[in-house]
């Protein structure tokens, strides 16, 4: 007898493709249960690999000088970082953490983007320290990182993200209204030429960029193409009023990713053929030729990832059938927080033929990973896989309920490697001091 030959890559491509009862899906997830335990992450190095290269080519084929970031904050992994890093992409970092991690994964400081909108003192030296380019949020910081640089007698690169007024999400249910946002320099009103204005004005700074980042998972390119064409006529406003040339304009990632079955997105192509006649139009009227930058995070590690989980129970109530599995919101907090939907599959059962809900181990209400769903019969011991965790997943898990993090494995062809161990008890205790006086 001969037994078909399958590599753990198969069995995620079955999963992916709804074939989790397929022989290889039925190998590989008992296998990966077994040797690294559940629950865990597991990431296809050529998926991110096939997403980073279209990204690149669709850019590539359209603007003559582009850089590309990684957004780490999808997933903090060095080895995704750095697997990331090597095909090309710099980082886009928004902590002395994230830098940390990204310096660790070999990125330079001069590919590193530091954007967040809450810099603190010491991210500020640190950035400034490490001829970080700083990506400002506000004329307070902007004040600040000035007499950084003059303390320091040295001159900070900065860009500023600018809130070019653009919902990206209207054509969508999530709905987020960019006047509220707390992001960016609002081109409104004149504030951002005004910041320019001052930022040319202080000593220590060098104008490098202009920036903007109108939100996540966005599936039509709508929103990019708005936000860049008043990004270039802002550019023109900034050479023609106060003489400055930007080495590069940034739009920003969130090129969104489909979750459900069927759902139809942008994509890597989409995108830049949207963008291509903006670019070229509005760089003519600007009168010279910017890099352009895109620093997308879920796209190139999203679709690469599952978490797998095994059910401990079966629950059936009269109103509803609860699968209890081995990870909850600490494990996967997007269901919970953002009403997220990930597929689930059982592996090694066929036909759907229940309305289930995958509940949690965190002991609360919300924690349902999974509701209403048509899922194969399942039982107690049984694995289930969700798919496109691999942005946002272990990036935000945490150890509530006193569990000890996932571990991490990154799977090419058979070969699966741990690129994190799992928690343990004893990092429960890690950073906690053994009472003192007051107890
Ligand atoms: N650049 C900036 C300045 C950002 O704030 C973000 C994401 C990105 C790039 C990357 O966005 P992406 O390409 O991954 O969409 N936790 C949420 C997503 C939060 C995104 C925050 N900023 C989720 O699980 O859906």
Request: hydrophobic letters at 45%; proline letters at 5%; one cysteine or more.
């Amino acid at each position: 007898v001969t037994t078909p030959e399958f590599t753990l890559c198969d069995g995620l491509r079955a999963a992916r493709e709804d074939r989790a009862d397929s022989p290889a899906a039925r190998l590989a997830f008992p296998r990966l249960a077994r040797e690294f335990g559940t629950p865990l992450y597991v990431y296809d190095r050529g998926v991110i690999e096939t997403q980073y290269d279209a990204l690149r080519s669709a850019f590539a084929a359209r603007f003559r000088r582009l850089r590309i970031f990684y957004a780490v904050k999808a997933n903090t992994n060095v080895a995704l970082i750095r697997f990331l890093h090597r095909r090309g992409a710099g980082a886009e970092v928004v902590s002395r953490g994230e830098t940390f991690l990204s310096r660790t994964a070999g990125v330079p400081p001069g590919a590193i983007l530091f954007s967040s909108s809450s810099k603190s003192p010491d991210e500020i030296a640190d950035a400034v320290a490490n001829g970080i380019l700083l990506n400002v949020d506000s004329m307070d910081e902007l004040e600040q990182i000035a007499e950084q640089a003059s303390s320091a007698a040295t001159t900070a690169a900065i860009s500023f993200r600018v809130n070019p007024g653009v919902d990206p999400d209207t054509l969508h249910k999530i709905n987020t209204g960019i006047s509220e946002s707390k992001f960016g320099v609002h081109l409104e009103g004149g504030l951002a030429l005004e910041a320019y204005r001052r930022a040319a004005a202080l000593p220590g700074l060098r104008i490098a960029g202009l920036h903007a980042h109108v939100g996540s998972q966005i599936v039509d390119p709508a929103g990019h193409v708005e936000t860049l064409r008043r990004l270039l006529a802002f550019a023109r406003e900034l050479k023609e009023r106060l003489g400055v040339v930007l080495d590069f304009v940034d739009v920003g990632g969130g090129l969104g990713i489909p979750y459900e079955d069927g759902q139809k997105v942008m994509s890597a192509d989409d995108l830049a053929a949207a963008l291509a006649p903006v670019w070229s139009e509005g760089t003519r009227a600007l009168g010279y030729e910017p890099e352009l930058w895109v620093e997308p995070g879920r796209f190139f590690v999203g679709p690469s990832g599952v978490l797998l989980a095994r059910v401990n129970s079966v629950k059936r109530t009269p109103v509803r059938t609860f699968l209890n599995v081995d990870a909850g919101f600490n494990t996967l907090m997007r269901p919970s927080m953002y009403g997220a939907y990930h597929r689930v599959r059982v592996v090694g059962r066929a036909a759907p033929d229940e309305i289930v809900d995958v509940a949690g181990d965190v002991c609360e209400t919300g924690d349902l990973l999974a509701e209403g769903r048509r899922l194969p019969r399942a039982a107690a011991g049984d694995l289930v896989v969700f798919l496109d965790a691999g942005a946002y997943g272990f990036a935000m898990t945490s150890e509530y309920n006193a569990r000890p993090l996932p571990a991490e494995v990154l799977v090419d062809g058979d070969e699966a490697v741990l690129i994190r161990r799992r928690g343990t008890f004893e990092e429960l205790l890690r950073s906690q001091i053994p009472p003192g006086r007051f107890s």
